[in-house]
């Protein structure tokens, strides 16, 4: 393990993680050391990010007490009016506090790193407390999310993660999943329907020329990226309420992100919706998900 204030590095054989807890609790990096060089399994960090604690350039950062966008910032839960500051240009609330706030480091070892983080009652009116723990191990990487509502009453919770993985050429995208959301403008769901052939994700999507920025629905937690050119599949396994994947894919990009999340975007303005994912969580209560990135050869 190498440490400094505001860098953390794992290792387990020759697998590396770079953690920054100070920029939103994010990794920064992880990587396959090889003959060759380093393979790297998400996208690297930006320079501008590493320079600027930007959490949206890293390669993975947390998403909580919610996911995605809450429209217009606005939602009311158990007869409770809420209104939050939207995202600079975003119309939206987007993606919680965890990704834009600073986490202190509760427990270190050479593979394996805890943070932790706090919320005080402001606009989101319920204080809440989370961990995160990463590790690395022979078989990939673990993130398992913590969320405790230290609040007087139920908070309606949620859990995510935001991977960036490295696209190389001819990279392919399979998981178990039973419709998809169609967008407006603005990033919000407008219409659900059975996944169309170009993003049937239950048989292989190829995605060298495929942009996606969409939620799918009915996800059975796991889902597979495969990638000829280097050999190498990735292997994500959701364990706990995550029955969403967001997959955020733009066009001309070389990375693809998929995002294991516990509800839907706007899950707050949608009670319609009997998968919306809204979970009440009651005062001292916790809510957890693990997420497993498992490494192997095609």
Not at 120 to 140: F, I, K, M
Not at 181 to 192: K, Q, S
Not at 267 to 292: F, K, M
Request: net charge negative; hydrophobic share 40%.
């Amino acid at each position: 393990m190498v440490r400094n204030d505001t860098i953390i590095a794992l290792r387990h054989g020759s697998m590396r993680l770079v953690a920054t807890p100070c920029c939103g609790g994010a990794l920064a990096r992880w990587s396959l050391s090889t003959d060759d060089g380093p393979v790297e399994l998400f996208r690297p960090a930006t320079d501008h990010a590493m320079a600027g604690d930007f959490a949206p350039d890293m390669a993975c950062f947390p998403l909580l007490p919610f996911s995605n966008r809450i429209a217009g910032g606005r939602f009311v839960f158990q007869g409770r009016e809420v209104v939050l500051a939207t995202d600079p240009g975003s119309p939206h609330r987007i993606h919680g506090h965890g990704w834009s706030r600073p986490w202190t480091v509760e427990a270190a070892a050479d593979d394996a790193l805890r943070m932790g983080f706090s919320h005080h009652a402001d606009d989101w009116p319920w204080s809440y407390r989370a961990t995160q723990t990463v590790a690395l191990d022979e078989e990939g990487l673990t993130v398992a999310l913590e969320l405790i509502n230290d609040s007087d009453s139920d908070m309606p919770a949620g859990l995510g993660l935001h991977p960036y993985f490295a696209k190389p050429p001819g990279s392919r995208i399979t998981a178990d999943v039973a419709a998809v959301w169609d967008n407006d403008d603005t990033i919000l769901p407008l219409r659900r329907h059975p996944p169309p052939p170009a993003w049937d994700l239950r048989h292989g999507v190829a995605m060298d020329h495929l942009a996606l920025d969409n939620g799918f629905t009915g996800w059975t937690g796991s889902a597979t990226l495969d990638r000829p050119r280097d050999g190498l599949r990735l292997t994500m396994l959701a364990d706990g309420p995550v029955d969403h994947l967001i997959v955020y894919a733009p066009p001309g990009e070389p990375y693809l992100c998929l995002e294991p999340v516990t509800h839907m975007t706007d899950a707050l303005n949608r009670p319609q919706e009997p998968d919306a994912g809204v979970i009440a969580l009651p005062p001292g209560e916790r809510l957890s998900i693990t997420v497993r990135f498992l490494l192997s050869r095609l």
